[in-house]
């Protein structure tokens, strides 16, 4: 059975780039377009990872990992920040909510591979 992982941002490009590159890799991939519908997905779905960008509408980046965070059955999911902010007060702000690691967009295939496979689960 594939992993599952759930890919948030609210670009239709990153979306497709993500879950080309992580469905070629073996994975199973669901999409999200912005922070609230992840967490609707949630309620019902299972997932072994989470990618989501920062700066959506509706539910954000931080405020989506804190929620899943508090979400029994959640807690120990990784997470990993993707986005363009660089900001060192950012990935304080991300680590504290709980994300697992941080990837800059751009980003290329096989460095998203490497993170994912190493805080995979």
Do not use: H
Request: proline share 3%; net charge negative; charged share 30%.
């Amino acid at each position: 059975m594939s992993r599952k992982i759930l890919t948030v941002d609210d670009s239709a490009t990153v979306r497709l780039v993500l879950s080309t590159t992580l469905r070629d890799a073996g994975y199973e991939v669901i999409e999200a377009c912005d922070g609230q519908e992840a967490l609707d997905y949630l309620d019902d779905g299972d997932i072994n990872m989470l990618i989501t960008d920062l700066n959506m509408p509706n539910v954000d980046g931080i405020d989506l990992i804190r929620q899943v965070r508090r979400t029994s059955g959640f807690r120990f999911v990784p997470i990993i920040m993707l986005t363009t902010e660089s900001e060192e007060e950012k990935k304080r702000e991300g680590k504290a909510a709980g994300a697992s690691g941080w990837i800059l967009k751009p980003f290329k295939p096989e460095q998203l591979l490497a993170v994912v496979n190493m805080v995979m689960v």
